[in-house]
């Protein structure tokens, strides 16, 4: 992948990316590597190491996955190699343990720039895992229309769950004093007090018809389903959305995914590309 000067603009995408005349523009780095057999791009979007893997018969339109967190963790089950299959770009920017604070989304919206210059669809799937449930609602309800389905594997819905450890999970202190120096939170009741969890911002999502599927461990004591998937589930059900939940009687928090990620790939095809057929 080759880098050029932002003057240059009529370039293809993944022989370059284009760089936007902004304050956030994609930063060339000379690197490429393997991931899952895919081809990988590296570069730097407002200060945050990122990349972007090609598919090898890209579907018309460009249609994109971003893993928000975790793009490591139990990848065959989560879906991204096989929509990286059927022709999505898959996508990630690094930005800690942040659990999609403010300063997180404004990383995510530099990056989403990127990838619009690039030329990526307007609308992308996210990819929730665990806290990354938490970075993945957070922008998606500031920027509903660009985003067609959000995928939650084992999510955070509500901070108060995870890493608060307020209702029946385990919690996880150092975290929960970290999200707060994050958020910049007075203190904890001012944290206890925050309407902005996945739970609290459904609406837009609805509204703009955010096609919603999560997997569930059952028996999940870090992230409980009872509060938050299963909150979630109801709520957007009221509000008009489309959600499916798939469950896994037995299961903990790990492993994340799911043997066969088919049904969770069919209904991102469904959802974020309707005319490609599988």
Same mark, same amino acid.
């Given at each position: 992948?080759?880098?050029?000067?932002?003057?240059?603009?009529?370039?293809?995408?993944?022989?370059?990316?284009?760089?936007?005349?902004?304050?956030?523009?994609?930063?060339?780095?000379?690197?490429?590597?393997?991931?899952?057999? !895919?081809?990988?791009?590296?570069?730097?979007?407002?200060?945050?190491?990122?990349? +972007?893997?090609?598919?090898?018969?890209? +579907?018309?339109?460009?249609?994109?996955?971003?893993?928000?967190?975790?793009?490591?963790?139990?990848?065959?089950?989560?879906?991204?190699?096989?929509?990286?299959?059927?022709?999505?770009?898959?996508? @990630?920017?690094?930005?800690?343990?942040? !659990? $999609?604070?403010?300063?997180?989304?404004? @990383?995510?919206?530099? !990056?989403?720039?990127?990838?619009?210059?690039?030329?990526?669809?307007?609308?992308?799937?996210?990819?929730?895992?665990?806290? $990354?449930? +938490?970075?993945?609602?957070?922008?998606?309800?500031?920027? &509903?229309?660009?985003?067609?389905?959000?995928?939650?594997?084992?999510?955070?819905?509500?901070?108060?769950?995870?890493?608060?450890?307020?209702?029946?999970?385990?919690?996880?202190?150092?975290?929960?004093?970290?999200?707060?120096?994050?958020? $910049?939170?007075?203190?904890?009741?001012?944290? +206890?007090?925050?309407?902005?969890?996945?739970?609290?911002?459904?609406?837009?999502?609805?509204?703009?018809?955010?096609?919603?599927?999560?997997?569930?461990?059952?028996?999940?004591?870090?992230?409980?389903?009872?509060?938050?998937?299963?909150?979630?589930?109801?709520?957007?059900?009221?509000?008009?959305?489309?959600?499916?939940?798939?469950?896994? &009687?037995?299961? $903990? #928090? @790990?492993? #994340?995914?799911?043997?066969?990620?088919?049904?969770?790939?069919? !209904?991102?095809?469904?959802?974020?590309? &309707?005319?490609?057929?599988?």
């Amino acid at each position: 992948m080759k880098f050029f000067h932002p003057s240059i603009c009529l370039i293809p995408l993944m022989s370059a990316l284009l760089l936007p005349a902004t304050n956030h523009a994609a930063e060339p780095v000379d690197k490429t590597d393997t991931w899952h057999g !895919f081809t990988r791009h590296h570069f730097v979007v407002d200060g945050c190491q990122a990349w +972007l893997v090609e598919p090898k018969n890209p +579907l018309p339109g460009k249609p994109w996955s971003w893993c928000m967190e975790f793009p490591d963790a139990f990848t065959d089950r989560c879906a991204a190699p096989a929509l990286l299959k059927k022709g999505f770009y898959h996508a @990630h920017i690094v930005v800690g343990n942040t !659990f $999609g604070c403010p300063a997180a989304v404004k @990383h995510f919206n530099a !990056f989403y720039d990127a990838m619009q210059a690039s030329g990526l669809a307007k609308k992308t799937v996210l990819i929730g895992i665990s806290r $990354g449930g +938490l970075y993945a609602y957070r922008w998606a309800s500031e920027n &509903p229309d660009k985003v067609s389905v959000i995928y939650g594997d084992a999510p955070v819905c509500d901070f108060k769950s995870w890493p608060g450890g307020k209702g029946k999970g385990r919690g996880g202190r150092g975290d929960w004093n970290a999200l707060q120096k994050h958020y $910049g939170f007075a203190n904890e009741a001012a944290a +206890l007090a925050y309407r902005g969890n996945p739970v609290d911002v459904l609406e837009p999502l609805a509204k703009a018809k955010v096609a919603l599927i999560h997997v569930v461990g059952d028996a999940d004591d870090v992230v409980p389903p009872a509060e938050n998937t299963t909150l979630v589930e109801e709520r957007y059900r009221k509000l008009g959305g489309k959600i499916q939940v798939i469950h896994k &009687p037995g299961v $903990g #928090h @790990h492993p #994340h995914g799911v043997d066969d990620p088919a049904p969770v790939v069919k !209904f991102i095809l469904d959802h974020a590309a &309707p005319s490609v057929p599988h």
